[in-house]
């Protein structure tokens, strides 16, 4: 269905609210495996950006460029070996498991594969009480609170109510992932990380999907980190996009300027990656994709 694949020109159609500072801070972040020393495969160096409340902000690169790895350092699932993660001014890099827990109220995550995201052996209803009872106060303690949450939950992503005594193995791709985007939003967060959310879906699902997220941005105020390695898609969906390669940050800025004018080699490579509805337009920009690469490549060495 060619109207739904993404498009690098598409246009948000509004501007994020804002705040007068960042929700999120990222600044100098370093992530290095199998310790400090320098021995070590550093994977992250020297990141720094923002996020603001109502805003987008995509992290795009390919795969192993680290885009997962600053998304899990955030969460607290990988160590931050140098700088700062801090979430409204308070630091949250490196914080025990007990605040990591109450920061898992404020920012939620949705991961790639809905297959697996998702207990095969719980039914939806307490797939999305779950998070409640994690909760600190509020109605999501009693049984009659969290089924009117659910409700909720399933209204937001447009799922009917009588779907919450189903397992997820009865669900499309899609409709699972919808289930994660409700489980995300259960504690009303202040930054949802979405760690390729729309990969695993075909085209047309994916432009479903990606309308909600922005619906649900639209009426929540809530923040995105989205974490892609399509151009295409992240342009639809961003006010802002930073350019990840080998761990560090080539490119920044709105949206449409790093999609339809990119200044880094590498992102007109994404760029010229993405596709394209058009055939014929797909088959000449992978022909200059090719001889963009083969230019770049080295000469062979004479008698190898």
Do not use: W
Request: charged content about 25%; glycine content about 8%; aromatic content about 2%.
């Amino acid at each position: 269905m060619p109207e739904a694949v993404p498009k690098a020109q598409t246009v948000r159609e509004s501007e994020p609210a804002g705040e007068s500072e960042p929700v999120l801070k990222v600044e100098d972040l370093v992530v290095r495996f199998g310790g400090r020393r320098a021995t070590g495969a550093t994977v992250i160096n020297g990141v720094s950006f923002d996020l603001r409340a109502g805003e987008t902000l995509s992290l795009v690169g390919e795969s192993g460029s680290g885009k997962t790895t600053i998304g899990r350092a955030i969460l607290g699932l990988a160590p931050v070996t140098a700088g700062t993660v801090t979430f409204r001014g308070k630091t949250v890099s490196n914080i025990s498991r007990a605040r990591r827990r109450v920061l898992a109220r404020d920012i939620q995550v949705v991961f790639q594969d809905p297959y697996s995201s998702l207990n095969p052996s719980m039914v939806i209803e307490d797939i999305l009480a779950e998070p409640l009872l994690a909760g600190e106060g509020g109605d999501g303690r009693t049984a009659t609170g969290q089924r009117a949450r659910v409700r909720e939950l399933l209204d937001a992503v447009g799922l009917p109510a009588d779907c919450g005594r189903r397992t997820p193995r009865e669900f499309s791709g899609g409709q699972r992932q919808r289930i994660a985007i409700a489980r995300a939003l259960a504690l009303d967060p202040a930054v949802i990380i979405c760690d390729e959310p729309t990969s695993a879906l075909d085209v047309t699902t994916q432009a479903k999907v990606l309308t909600l997220l922005k619906d649900i941005q639209r009426e929540t105020g809530v923040a995105y980190l989205f974490i892609s390695h399509d151009l295409g898609v992240v342009n639809e969906v961003s006010d802002r996009i930073a350019v990840l390669h080998q761990g560090h940050i080539v490119e920044i800025g709105k949206a449409t300027d790093v999609a339809t004018a990119p200044e880094h080699p590498y992102t007109r490579k994404l760029q010229m990656a993405a596709p394209v509805a058009d055939p014929k337009k797909q088959r000449l920009r992978r022909a200059k994709r090719l001889e963009t690469l083969a230019a770049e490549l080295p000469a062979p060495k004479v008698g190898s």
